[in-house]
């Protein structure tokens, strides 16, 4: 099970932070890293399934 913290636009990519319950462990990875078989099919399809709000910045971090 994974939890979005938060994400961040640096250098023109969207970089994703996400609490992995399961690992007991923080990713970090941008959306480009999404096709690379580094990441777990679970959490590209986590990913997938809430691209929309990671894209519209929805979970952006500002500080």
Same mark, same amino acid.
């Given at each position: 099970m994974y939890k979005i913290l938060y994400t961040r636009f640096i250098s023109g990519q969207r970089h994703v932070v996400v609490f992995d319950f399961k690992g007991e462990q923080t990713i +970090?990875?941008?959306?480009?890293?999404? /096709?690379?078989? %580094?990441?777990?099919? +679970?959490?590209?399809q986590h990913i997938? /399934?809430?691209? %929309?709000q990671v894209d519209s910045?929805?979970?952006?971090?500002?500080?």
């Amino acid at each position: 099970m994974y939890k979005i913290l938060y994400t961040r636009f640096i250098s023109g990519q969207r970089h994703v932070v996400v609490f992995d319950f399961k690992g007991e462990q923080t990713i +970090e990875f941008t959306l480009d890293e999404l /096709e690379k078989d %580094e990441l777990s099919e +679970e959490l590209k399809q986590h990913i997938a /399934e809430i691209r %929309e709000q990671v894209d519209s910045g929805y979970f952006d971090y500002a500080p």
